[in-house]
């Protein structure tokens, strides 16, 4: 059915969810994981341009895609992990091509009404963007 699953982090409860349904998909499947955090601050969307050095949010979102990876792999996972810089939609949905991934599965928020308004919502923006079928699971929702 799948056989690689594009998950995207942001150090957040929404992992959590997430990563609680994709690993039971994953061992289903015997689908390997890519995780991705896009780091989208500052440093990280002027490293190139700016020359700058990776900074200490990017250190602590590496860390954390470390221990994730860590963690799903001494539960028999085959998981590897991106970081990347810029913009998060447009950089999950070129990692799941880059990747060769089947599908994208994302944990969300739910609506937040005036914030979405104004900001829109990464979720939403990759479901229409990408090509590769998008999972969404809420924060606080039930196991399956």
Same mark, same amino acid.
């Given at each position: 059915?799948?056989?690689?699953?594009?998950?995207?982090?942001?150090?957040?409860? #929404?992992?959590?969810? $997430?990563?609680?349904?994709?690993?039971?998909?994953?061992?289903?499947?015997?689908a390997r994981l890519v995780l991705i955090h896009v780091a989208d601050g500052f440093a990280a969307r002027n490293i190139e341009q700016l020359?700058?050095?990776?900074?200490?949010?990017?250190?602590?979102?590496?860390?954390?895609?470390?221990?994730?990876?860590? #963690?799903?792999?001494?539960?028999?996972? #085959?998981?590897?992990?991106?970081?990347? $810089?810029?913009?998060?939609?447009?950089? $999950?949905?070129?990692?799941?091509?880059?990747?060769?991934?089947?599908?994208?599965?994302?944990? #969300?928020?739910?609506?937040?009404?005036?914030?979405?308004?104004?900001?829109?919502?990464?979720?939403?923006?990759?479901?229409? $963007?990408?090509?590769?079928?998008?999972?969404?699971?809420?924060?606080?929702?039930?196991?399956?």
């Open positions: 059915m799948y056989s690689c699953i594009l998950v995207p982090l942001e150090n957040s409860p #929404t992992d959590t969810a $997430i990563l609680a349904h994709v690993t039971r998909l994953a061992r289903h499947c015997n020359k700058l050095r990776e900074s200490e949010e990017m250190k602590k979102d590496r860390a954390y895609l470390d221990q994730c990876v860590a #963690t799903l792999a001494a539960d028999g996972l #085959t998981v590897d992990a991106v970081l990347a $810089i810029g913009d998060p939609a447009k950089e $999950i949905s070129a990692a799941a091509a880059r990747e060769h991934c089947d599908l994208i599965a994302m944990g #969300t928020h739910g609506h937040r009404f005036v914030k979405d308004i104004l900001y829109g919502s990464v979720a939403n923006e990759v479901r229409h $963007i990408s090509y590769v079928p998008v999972l969404m699971v809420r924060e606080g929702a039930p196991p399956a």
